[in-house]
């Protein structure tokens, strides 16, 4: 007579020593991977980026960021709503609240958010590069008062234009 009892659960990837792990999502733009630690989202990078180290793992909270990016890209979500682990600076943290802030299909200037924060674009400009989280925290509706701006993701100025087309509302990019 055979034991038919249930084995254990196989045990999950091993993490990196940070504790991290990563998820990664297609999309319109290509393979993304989020990566999470303790509890909240760290970074989205563009695949040719890797994972940044973190063991491939896809935790209750990475499922839910790759299912709202697939939202995101089939124009079903407008605002992420994740846990986020945003800059050590608090400056680079004001600047990054300061994005998330930006409704969908508006953009605003550095300018705009140097004078709501009592600062200079240059440094809002410079914290906008520093962006670990871009799409998730929206650097892309960030523009310079000449133009686009840069974009700390994957592509430059160029993903950005396609970001801002997907979220529709800018007739100058059409």
């Known amino acids: ?17 940070d ?5 990664q999502v297609e999309t319109p733009i290509g393979r993304l991977t989020v990566t999470e630690q303790d509890g909240a989202i760290t970074s989205l990078l563009w695949n040719r980026d890797g994972n ?25 979500l407008t605002r992420f709503d994740l846990p986020l682990k945003l800059s050590a600076s608090p400056f680079e943290r004001q600047v990054q609240e300061a994005m998330i802030a930006i409704p969908h299909g508006q953009t605003r ?5 140097a004078r709501e924060l009592g600062s200079y674009g240059q440094p809002v400009g410079q914290a ?18 000449q133009g686009l701006g840069g974009f700390s993701g994957e592509g430059g100025v160029e993903m950005k234009i396609h970001l801002l087309k997907h979220e529709g509302g800018y007739p100058f990019l059409v």
């Open 128 to 145: 906008c590069g520093k962006n670990a989280i871009p799409i998730i925290v929206p650097c892309h509706r960030v523009l310079s008062a």
């Open 52 to 76: 940044a180290g973190a063991a491939m793992q896809e935790t209750p909270l990475l499922c839910e960021a790759l299912d709202q990016l697939s939202a995101y890209f089939d124009r079903r």
């Open 109 to 113: 200037t550095y300018g705009d958010i």
């Open 19 to 23: 504790g991290s792990c990563a998820a």
């Open 1 to 17: 007579m055979s034991d038919f009892s249930e084995s254990p659960a196989p045990a999950p990837p091993p993490r990196k020593g």
